[in-house]
């Protein structure tokens, strides 16, 4: 093993030049301790000169990373978390430049992936959600509301920014009574709940989400279960808000407590309340909008991510709708 280690592993001293040391290593050194979870190379400081000792491939990609963390270190003055973590993933993949737009679009880092927008309005849609605490995001399926949602609200726990995640749906009986469903009320209700599951399993190690699903420190409830509540230091999602009536979103909105976000997820063209009752989304729509710190935005058929049949299935029923009511008012001119 020693015999390998010495015909594999290397050293190298890096000298960055005129950098803010103190800036780019972190307090502590934390900066260099978050690189080195991400890497089997070595690390040392020795004033200005980083020292590497590890493999060729590793050692070829630390130099690009800390010649970019010094870049960003003399441009903005700081280096944070996320953009330590995406310049790691850029340099992994081979892409050595770090734009401002890379940066802004990147929520949450994975084991092996960066969770970031991928359109335009995905792109708006978290630029927005940083700056205020309610916001509406509104379009059909497939655009990734639900997945960036979770995302922004686990960077966001993953950073103590906050000490709870909620996510909520509404259960709507679409078709089937929740009396008829086999189990307890917890297997009865589960399904509605399971996209949510879904997305936090992609987002964080299960043993993890184990742990914090226990102590209650992310739930996922149904809509009815957060009356009564305040809730505080929290990111809270309600997702497929258009099933939620008027007088369940006026609740889900009042429960906001200090130091809270919330996102609020819904495509108003799928609503499967009885028709006498108006939905909650549609309504927020316009009694909000102008209030600072509520904030709307719309996706498109364009932001859809899913396989590229999404796109075509939602283009040929909106195509299929509109002829339908084309004909219907043809039929009553004829009238």
Do not use: W
């Not at 004033?47 to 800390?66: A, D, Q, S, W, Y």
């Not at 270190?73 to 310049?87: A, F, G, M, P, S």
């Not at 991928?118 to 792109?123: E, H, S």
């Not at 399971?194 to 936090?200: C, E, G, K, S």
Request: aromatic content about 8%.
């Amino acid at each position: 093993m020693e015999g390998r280690e010495k015909v594999t592993a290397i050293e190298k001293k890096l000298k960055l030049g005129n950098v803010d040391m103190m800036t780019l290593l972190g307090v502590n050194d934390q900066n260099i301790s978050l690189i080195e979870s991400y890497f089997t190379t070595a690390i040392s400081v020795r004033g200005e000169n980083i020292l590497l000792r590890g493999t060729p491939e590793e050692i070829e990609i630390l130099e690009k990373v800390f010649n970019e963390l010094a870049f960003l270190v003399n441009k903005n003055r700081q280096l944070t978390q996320q953009d330590i973590e995406l310049v790691i993933q850029l340099a992994k993949n081979g892409q050595e430049v770090v734009s401002d737009n890379d940066i802004d679009a990147a929520i949450l880092f994975t084991k092996n992936d960066v969770i970031k927008a991928k359109t335009p309005g995905q792109f708006e849609f978290i630029k927005v959600a940083r700056k205020n605490d309610i916001v509406f995001a509104i379009g059909p399926a497939g655009t990734g509301k639900t997945y960036l949602s979770v995302a922004l609200a686990v960077a966001a726990f993953k950073n103590h920014l906050v000490n709870k995640i909620v996510l909520c749906r509404p259960a709507v009986e679409a078709g089937e009574s929740l009396g008829f469903l086999p189990g307890d009320f917890r297997e009865k209700i589960d399904p509605y709940l399971r996209p949510l599951y879904d997305a936090l399993e992609d987002m964080m190690p299960y043993e993890k989400l184990k742990y914090y699903l226990e102590r209650n420190q992310i739930e996922i409830v149904p809509l009815a279960y957060m009356r009564g509540r305040t809730l505080n230091n929290a990111f809270v999602i309600l997702d497929e808000a258009q099933n939620a009536t008027a007088l369940q979103m006026k609740m889900f909105l009042t429960r906001l407590g200090a130091n809270s976000k919330a996102i609020i997820t819904g495509d108003i063209t799928q609503i499967d309340l009885p028709s006498k009752k108006e939905s909650g989304l549609v309504q927020a729509q316009a009694i909000l909008s102008g209030i600072d710190g509520v904030a709307f935005v719309y996706f498109t058929k364009q932001d859809v991510v899913r396989h590229k049949l999404v796109k075509e299935i939602l283009n040929a029923y909106e195509k299929y709708q509109n002829g339908n009511n084309n004909g219907n008012h043809n039929s009553e001119e004829k009238k």
